[in-house]
């Protein structure tokens, strides 16, 4: 005997959204999360997040089956394996429930919309730019990714390699290291990279509990400004390392602003303004006007360029 | 359990035991006993082990206690301990009423207790074994080890063995590890010293030389008190005796004015006509043979067994007797020999196959050999035949319990349900249900390794009566003894083995205490 | 205490022996076994009329399909504890059955040849494990912590920071589809068959009385002529292959093979096998228990998170669970013996 | 007869410094040894720069910590699976106190979570040693429980560096003189806790009762007390280290400390702890945990690949236990030479 749900609405709209992050406690969810609500309070609509302490890639799949029960509008996620949680996803859409992925993707042919945070070719190109550039375009760097299987993490360092193949020869990837986005593995990751390897002149990290670890272990070290290190960092982690030095520039994108379009691409979904294919359109709030691409995939816009000069206007 | 003789003695009911023990008690004298316990009752659930435990130590004296297994004098030594607390009755020590609420609290009141189940810590050396909690200190509270030593070395001299004394008490014979005990409580240099059979497992030299240490302790000004299945021990030390039967008090008297007879008729309350009651039977064609059996533990053992005999296997402790049986069976390995059933070779190491081919070995360790305890009289009188019980591979309860029915019956196991768990049963209820569980298998030989150690005369006469009826019944049986008595009267042949040998093999007609005693020690043999 | 006259002499006739100490009532409902069943049905009354959704067919077959490996490896799990030894490494035997089975099928293999092969190594990971504890003699706490980051390494080091994804949707199917007209996952089906075949083994075979004999007593267990490293073999290599096939049914079901699938579910494992009432000293314990001590997380899982409170809370409620079981248990049994001392005295 | 005191005379300098050479730990100080040759001729860095020589120090020492509780738990035949979520809360606890009390002084801090993890300890202890249940059993379930306690109290809460005063951070990676300060905690901790259980009588007690709990119990030993108190040292260690993560890592989210359990155990049996209790040294443990962090960080030196990481430290998990157990089967055989030849 289930006691009646408000909103899984016959009428009105059911606006009940509920974000599922890789997993809890993570800074870089949180405020794309609070992003979401932002944004789905803007709409009138229910914000809930749910998630795993976690990130491994099956945890997520008994929350998307309880959303399934429960009847929510849409399960707004940031997937933590390309395929596990896609039949999970598939029964919540069979049962009417839009899926948006955000951040980290799965199959495109398992959820409604991918809400891209950039283009991987874009997010490869600013981090390749900002360490050659830092190092003088020539020696040896390594990269400090998250955990081995990061779908997004994965597609990046492919790119960085073409990229610094074909246009920094002088450039050498030595090695690629896996943190687990764990603050602790990544801090201990460091360390061995810079005994691994004695030439080593900078580190890319292209996630945020990375480039923290990292910039933590260099800046307590003797490599400390010898070292070079860049990736995809948050303002409110980096501060303190861009002010004394450790860290020159690094980039990101806005995961407030993510999660925003994100909620608003699930209620353009449960409007049915938009289906999910190519050329679709919607309104997401302040952002303004968005357009479908292809495979489903939204952009939400170029990486931003975070250094000591306008770090200070940021706050997440 | 109601008398089924006319008993001789005393004989208080279980009712109302105080009275009649008050009766024959001895007269309190003037001076309060070094120990004394006056009607001391403990029950474990159903099970009540005493009902009125009472005793008197006095200083300067050793003081034996006997009872048929389960007449609560473990129990008893347990309560004095400080293990179990009593639930009724009087403790005085030195005349004060005590109550220990842990054997630490006895230990430093001046009680040292060789328990029957020995006590060691096997990863420990034999010094930290003996000195564990009271080690010696130096400095800033730190154990002096060279001190701990040397008083161990001392005591090892003054029991005349050789035990490396760092050497870990694991792996220690069952003799030496009693040996450690004794160290033990000596070291304890106690007011009270309390030895639930210390000699079950050792040698008559070393008995011989507990003995020595035991008188010296009494003419210290000691109290002791000794307990033992074995008479003969209890008249060449002992200076007083008390007897218990049921959990209850008896009678206590002066050794000289007492003798076996007088005390068999006081644990049982009836006469026990014959110890060993073999009777003749025909012998037949042999059934197991060992030629050339060889192990780091024994060389070249060669024994046969026939059908209808009985083949003593005599030996001082040590002697590997034991060893042999184990690889006999299979459940030990060994090097090089061979055994032979009814004339068909047995694979090694493999007592599946031994129990196949007819053979079953009743274990010296009933309780952790013998029987699966913790679980019940049922499964464990047919673990030895699960695998012919079955129907289509599947073995259900019933047919467990049909088995068992007419297993424990056929033994006088004493249970009222088939689901009681073995554990809790006493001593001789026990060797009973191993007797039976192997004789279910319907062996063609049967090896038994002591089978009367620690059990009390009334069982012990049923178990001989048993064999006996096997033996009559074409059965070849081994068995393994080192109570000569037992040897002499049952066995229609006797091998001796010492130090891993067989030194000989003497018929019904040449066996003798002595004849047997020689070979086993060596003495006047060549060595 | 025992009335039988003790008639002295002739064998043969049978005595009267009772089969049964205590009345049936009490055998059966003061078991543990019979208080996890109870605490089972207790939960799903209480989600069935307080928890919204919990009603739905649905929470069954998203309960069985997450318990699924959990109650396949607690059943070899459940015959291992009782023989008194414990096997950590079943998770990442999974792992590597998983990580087998993607890079087979990507180097081109069929599905089948290549879930065979992982059955064959789960079953020579269980055998590892089980002659390092036997034959060569090691205590199986220690062997299997060793084992677990071993296999889970090796099923790392073949898979990189690769996920296989592409599996055949008839093989994946059988994962994620259900018994045509029931609410329950296909998945049931071998979990029923397993769990049968376990339980006749273990309560109903001369194998299983010697499992059982062996965690109560080794020693006397080895003088009845039972097997023990025979035994002990067998239920280490059952358990790996049993593991193998819970990684195949994993890999399929999130239609994932990785590397790192199914880290940690050995202490869930464990943990259903204990809650359920098998004693971790061994010889005590019966399937029956464990399987609704599985079921009965499950259940609480879900009834939490349909609730809407953080499914993390199950942990503490599992742990809670497990700890209150044991100590109940043992508090029972001192207060048991207390009130019939005082009955008595 | 007196033969016998001569003949077992204690050893010389000869005997002793071959009965060091005998000894368990020798093995796994050689076996470290290696690793770090091997891995320094490959790459000196790993040694030689400032660095290389601090972390070598600095990496190991929370472990060398709950690796050394966990030593003194199993000693007494029982484990304590539930570290890894006593350091979680501990650090947790720690981050929270300065965050939201920003007037306590760092000691005070420290103090409270240290206690903090004792108390949780206590909880473990009592429950194993009053309810007589055994600690595998209870401290599965607190590990669940602590763990799942903590995931509640944080929720999406994280604790980051700059909530923490930079006095406290500077704990992590202080040095005096050549030694960082988390080191020489973790070797003031393993002395002080090698001097109790090898010199103590209540330290000895400790391995009698893992050798033998129910002869400890009628020997007289207060068994459930000290095994109460193994836990609760166990739990204080586990907080010990829970703070000093905190001041090494900066950041504490739910999950710090997860599956350290293992590690700590892992650690012990390298080091020669026997898992059925009665015989190890937290020395042997403390040099287990270093071998194994330490071959974590030379692999990759090595050209092992990241991920063949959990394969060797499986590897050499076995191997240490084979090895006590040879070593187990030889001294069996030398002691019966020895006291046949002194008969
Ligand atoms: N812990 C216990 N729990 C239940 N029953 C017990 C316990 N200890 C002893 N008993 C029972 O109490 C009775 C007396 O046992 P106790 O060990 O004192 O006898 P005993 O005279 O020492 O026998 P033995 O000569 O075999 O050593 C027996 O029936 C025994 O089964
Ligand atoms: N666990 C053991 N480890 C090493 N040696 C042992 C062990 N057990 C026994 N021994 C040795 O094996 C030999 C035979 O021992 P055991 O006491 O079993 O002889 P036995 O003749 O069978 O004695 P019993 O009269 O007790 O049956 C002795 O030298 C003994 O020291
Ligand atoms: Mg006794
Ligand atoms: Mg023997």
Redesign the interface.
């Known amino acids: 005997a289930s006691t009646g749900d408000s909103g899984s609405g016959d009428g009105s709209k059911n606006y009940q959204i509920t974000f599922l992050p890789k997993n809890l406690g993570n800074a870089y969810f949180d405020t794309s999360d609070a992003g979401g609500e932002k944004a789905i309070k803007e709409f009138k609509g229910t914000y809930a997040e749910v998630g795993p302490a976690k990130a491994s890639p099956d945890a997520q799949v008994s929350y998307i089956n309880t959303l399934t029960q429960k009847q929510v509008g849409a399960i707004v996620m940031s997937a933590n394996d390309q395929k596990a949680p896609c039949d999970a996803i598939k029964q919540a859409r069979d049962a009417g429930v839009k899926v948006v992925t955000f951040d980290s993707d799965t199959s495109a042919d398992c959820r409604d919309l991918f809400i891209n945070q950039a283009t991987a070719e874009g997010i490869a190109k600013v981090q390749v730019d900002l360490i050659t550039k830092e190092i003088g375009d020539s020696g040896e760097i390594a990269v400090l990714s998250a955990a081995a299987n990061a779908t997004n993490q994965n597609a990046w360092i492919d790119l960085m390699k073409k990229d610094l193949e074909a246009n920094h020869p002088n450039v050498k990837l030595v090695d690629v290291v896996y943190g687990d986005d764990d603050d602790q593995t990544s801090f201990d990751k460091t360390a061995g990279l810079l005994q691994s390897h004695p030439n080593l002149k900078g580190i890319v990290s292209p996630t945020t509990v990375g480039i923290a670890a990292a910039a933590r272990y260099l800046s307590t070290s003797s490599f400390k400004g010898q070292v070079k290190l860049t990736g995809l960092g948050t303002p409110n982690q980096m501060r303190e390392y861009v002010t004394d030095g450790t860290v020159e520039e690094f980039a990101l994108w806005n995961p407030g602003d993510l999660g925003y379009l994100a909620a608003y691409a699930a209620k353009a979904l449960i409007d049915g303004d938009i289906t999910g294919k190519e050329g679709d359109s919607f309104k997401a709030g302040d952002l303004g006007e968005y357009k479908v691409g292809k495979d489903g995939t939204v952009l939400l816009g170029d990486p931003f360029v975070f250094n000591k000069d306008n770090i200070g206007d940021f706050k997440f | 359990?109601?008398p089924?003789a006319p008993a001789t003695g005393s004989t208080p009911s279980a009712g109302a035991p105080s009275g009649a023990a008050a009766s024959t008690a001895p007269a309190a004298p003037s001076a309060p006993a070094a120990l004394e316990l006056r009607d001391i009752?403990k029950?474990?659930?159903?099970?009540?082990a005493l009902r009125s435990g009472t005793l008197r130590l006095e200083s300067g004296s050793i003081h034996a206690l006997i009872g048929e297994n389960g007449a609560g004098k473990s129990t008893l030594v347990k309560i004095i301990?400080?293990?179990y607390q009593r639930?009724?009755g009087e403790f005085l020590l030195g005349g004060e009423s005590v109550d220990f609420r842990?054997?630490?609290?006895?230990?430093a009141a001046g009680i040292a207790v060789i328990?029957q189940?020995?006590?060691?810590?096997?990863?420990?050396s034999v010094t930290?074994n003996i000195f564990?909690?009271?080690?010696p200190?130096k400095g800033l509270?730190?154990?002096d080890r060279?001190a701990m030593?040397e008083q161990a070395?001392g005591l090892?001299?003054r029991l005349?063995?050789?035990?490396?004394?760092?050497?870990?008490a694991?792996?220690l014979s069952i003799a030496d590890q009693q040996i450690i005990e004794i160290a033990k409580a000596i070291s304890l240099d106690a007011r009270v010293l309390v030895m639930d059979e210390p000699t079950a497992a050792l040698s008559g030299v070393e008995v011989d030389r507990l003995f020595a240490v035991a008188r010296a302790l009494r003419d210290e000004g000691r109290a002791l008190l000794f307990i033992s299945h074995r008479f003969d021990e209890v008249f060449a030390l002992c200076d007083t005796v008390t007897v218990m039967r049921d959990g209850a008090y008896i009678a206590t008297q002066p050794i000289a004015e007492t003798d076996t007879a007088k005390l068999v008729r006081q644990m049982v309350g009836r006469d026990v006509a014959e110890l060993f009651p073999k009777q003749e039977a025909v012998i037949g064609d042999e059934l197991l043979r060992v030629e050339g059996l060889t192990s780091p533990l024994f060389a070249d053992v060669d024994l046969s067994v026939r059908s209808g005999e009985i083949v003593g296997l005599a030996g001082l402790v040590g002697a590997g007797r034991s060893e042999v049986v184990r690889a006999v069976?299979g459940?030990d390995r060994y090097d090089s020999g061979t055994v032979t059933v009814e004339g068909r070779a047995l694979a090694p190491h493999d007592?599946?196959a031994?129990?196949r081919a007819g053979l079953a070995?009743v274990?010296e360790?009933r309780r952790?050999?013998?029987?699966?305890?913790?679980?019940t009289v049922a499964?464990n009188l047919t673990?030895?035949i699960?695998?012919k019980?079955?129907k289509a591979?599947?073995?259900?309860?019933a047919a467990e319990?049909q088995a068992?029915?007419?297993w424990?019956?056929?033994?006088?196991v004493?249970?009222?349900?088939?689901?009681?768990e073995v554990g809790t049963f006493s001593g001789g209820n026990q060797q009973k249900v191993v007797l039976a569980?192997w004789l279910a298998t319907n062996p063609k030989v049967l090896i038994v390794d002591e089978p009367t150690r620690g059990i009390d005369v009334g069982t012990k006469s049923e178990v001989h009566r048993l064999l006996s009826e096997l033996a009559g019944q074409g059965l070849g049986i081994l068995m393994i003894s080192s109570e000569l008595p037992e040897v002499l009267g049952m066995a229609d042949r006797v091998i001796v083995m010492r130090e891993g040998r067989v030194t000989a093999e003497l018929s019904r007609a040449d066996a003798n205490p002595e004849s047997v005693m020689s070979a086993a020690t060596g003495a006047g043999a060549a060595a | 205490?025992?009335?039988?006259a003790?008639?002295?002499g002739s064998?043969?006739?049978?005595?009267a022996?009772?089969?049964?100490?205590?009345p049936l009532w009490r055998r059966v409902l003061l078991s543990r076994e019979a208080a996890v069943i109870a605490l089972l049905i207790l939960v799903w009354i209480v989600g069935y009329t307080q928890v919204p959704h919990f009603a739905a067919p649905i929470t069954l077959t998203f309960l069985l399909q997450d318990m699924a490996p959990v109650l396949l490896i607690a059943l070899p799990m459940t015959l291992i504890i009782i023989t008194g030894e414990i096997d950590l490494s079943v998770a990442s035997v999974m792992g590597l059955s998983s990580a087998l089975i993607g890079i087979l099928t990507q180097q081109g293999w069929a599905f089948g040849a290549a879930f065979l092969v992982a059955l064959i190594v789960g079953l020579v990971a269980g055998l590892v494990n089980g002659v390092l504890v036997t034959v060569v003699g090691l205590p199986s706490l220690a062997v299997t912590i060793g084992t677990l980051a071993l296999y889970r390494g090796i099923a790392q080091g073949l898979l990189g920071s690769k996920a296989i994804t592409d599996f055949p949707s008839e093989w994946t199917s059988l994962a994620t589809g259900n018994i045509p007209g029931t609410p329950l996952p296909i998945v049931t089906v071998l979990i029923v068959v397993l769990a049968l075949v376990f339980g006749?083994l273990l309560h109903?075979?001369?194998f299983?009385?010697?499992v059982?004999?062996i965690g109560?007593?080794a020693?006397?267990?080895?003088?009845?002529?039972?097997?023990i490293t025979r035994t002990k073999i067998i239920l280490f290599a059952l358990a790996g292959l049993v593991s193998a096939v819970a990684g195949a049914y994993y890999t399929l079901r999130f239609g994932s093979a990785r590397g790192d699938n199914a880290t940690g579910l050995e202490l869930s494992v464990v943990a259903a096998v204990l809650l359920g009432g098998v004693s971790i000293f061994g010889?005590?314990g019966a399937l029956p228990g464990v399987l609704a001590g599985a079921l009965l997380i499950g259940a609480i899982a879900s009834a939490l998170r349909l609730a809407g409170i953080t499914s993390d809370v199950i942990n503490v409620v599992t742990g809670v669970l497990l700890v209150l079981s044991v100590v109940i248990a043992g508090l029972l049994g001192k207060l048991r013996?207390r009130r019939?001392?005082i009955v008595?005295? | 007869?007196?033969a016998?005191?001569t003949?077992?005379a204690?050893r010389g300098v000869l005997g002793r410094l071959s009965a060091l050479a005998a000894a368990r730990e020798t093995g796994i100080f050689l076996a470290l040894v290696l690793v770090l040759v091997v891995t320094t001729a490959k790459s000196p860095s790993f040694l030689f720069s400032a660095d290389g020589f601090r972390d070598l120090l600095l990496t190991p020492s929370t472990l060398v910590l709950i690796a050394v509780g966990q030593a003194i738990v199993i000693i007494t035949r029982n484990v304590d699976l539930s570290v890894g979520s006593i350091i979680g809360l501990t650090a947790y606890l720690t981050g929270v106190l300065f965050k939201y009390n920003p007037g306590l002084p760092i000691p005070v801090v420290m103090l409270l979570a240290v206690l903090f993890g004792a108390g949780l300890g206590l909880v473990n202890g009592v429950l194993v040693s009053v309810a007589k249940v055994p600690s595998l059993v209870i401290t599965l379930g607190t590990l669940y429980a602590y763990r799942g306690i903590n995931v509640v109290w944080t929720g999406s809460n994280r604790i980051n560096a700059s909530d923490m005063p930079r006095d406290f951070l500077a704990i992590g990676t202080a040095k005096l003189w050549v030694l960082p300060v988390i080191t020489l905690i973790a070797v003031v901790v393993l002395v002080i806790a090698a001097?109790v259980l090898r010199?103590?009588?209540s330290g000895?007690?400790l391995?009698?009762i893992?050798?033998?709990p129910?002869?400890?119990?009628?020997?007289?030993?207060?068994v459930g007390r000290r095994v109460l108190w193994a836990f609760v040292a166990s739990g204080t260690l586990a907080g010990l280290a829970g703070v000093l993560y905190t001041a090494r890592y900066g950041t504490v989210d739910s999950q710090a400390g997860y599956g350290l359990e293992l590690q700590a155990v892992g650690a012990a049996v390298i080091g020669g702890v026997?898992i059925f209790?009665?015989?190890g040294s937290v020395g042997g443990a403390a040099l287990g945990a270093v071998l194994l962090l330490t071959i974590n960080r030379a692999l990759p030196v090595l050209g092992i690949p990241d991920f063949w990481q959990g394969a060797v430290v499986g590897v050499l998990i076995i191997a240490a236990i084979i090895l006590d157990r040879l070593l187990a089967l030889r001294?069996?055989r030398k002691?019966t030479v020895?006291?046949d030849s002194?008969?």
């Open positions: 359990m109601p089924a009752s029950a474990f659930g159903q099970v009540i301990a400080g293990l639930d009724a842990s054997t630490a609290e006895s230990k328990y189940e020995p006590t060691l810590f096997p990863d420990l930290e564990m909690g009271r080690q200190l509270r730190r154990i060279a030593r070395l090892f001299q005349g063995v050789r035990i490396h004394p760092d050497r870990p694991r792996g069976f459940v007592p599946t031994a129990m070995l274990p360790d952790a050999q013998g029987l699966v305890l913790g679980t499964r673990m030895a699960r695998s019980l079955t591979g599947i073995l259900t309860r319990n068992a029915r007419v424990a019956s056929r033994l006088e004493k249970s009222s349900a088939l689901d009681a569980k | 205490m025992s009335t039988t003790s008639a002295a064998t043969g006739e049978t005595r022996y009772r089969d049964y100490g205590r006749l109903f075979t001369p299983g009385r010697g059982y004999a109560l007593s020693d006397a267990a080895a003088f009845s002529g039972v097997r010889g005590r013996f019939l001392r008595k005295s | 007869m007196s016998a005191t003949s077992f204690r001097l010199s103590s009588r000895r007690e391995y009698a893992g050798s033998d129910d002869a400890a119990h009628l020997y007289g030993l207060k026997a209790g009665g015989s001294q069996a002691l020895m006291e002194a008969a």
